[in-house]
């Protein structure tokens, strides 16, 4: 069993930065693939980037590419999400999520993913 909690959410100006941080608990993650979602009210929670356990692939959305970057840490079990140049449409609850997986794997689909965490809202005022 896998727990995960995240933090560093909480409200910033459009054009500015958080730093997500998600920890692990229970089991390393060093054989899970790890991503990290977003759901806007009324809106399906959707893909924002996910990461092989190696960390050698990475996955991005369109609407986040060259805006955000994932990365983990191993040893510390943690994973992060750096967003930068943020945007009033990126305001949503963020979830990181975890999947035991292949080397090489970073699964995209939001159904792939066995393990999540409670979510940590982020608001981006205009």
């Known amino acids: 069993q896998v727990q995960l909690v995240e933090s560093g959410g909480g409200l910033v100006q459009a054009g500015g930065s958080l730093r997500l941080s998600c920890a692990a608990s229970?089991?390393?993650?060093?054989?899970?693939?790890m991503g990290w979602f977003r759901q806007a009210p009324g809106t399906e929670r959707e893909l924002v980037a996910a990461?092989?356990?190696?960390?050698?692939?990475?996955y991005y959305a369109d609407s986040v590419k060259g805006r955000f970057t994932m990365s983990r840490d191993n040893l510390k079990s943690t994973v992060y999400l750096q967003m930068n140049s943020l945007k009033p449409e990126d305001t949503a609850v963020y979830y990181c999520?975890?999947?035991?997986?292949?080397?090489?794997?970073?699964?995209?689909?939001?159904?792939?993913?066995?393990?999540w965490g409670q979510g940590t809202q982020v608001t981006v005022s205009s």
């Open positions: 229970g089991r390393t993650l060093s054989t899970y693939a």
């Open positions: 990461v092989s356990w190696s960390g050698g692939v990475t």
């Open positions: 999520a975890a999947v035991r997986s292949p080397a090489g794997l970073a699964p995209t689909y939001r159904y792939a993913y066995d393990y």
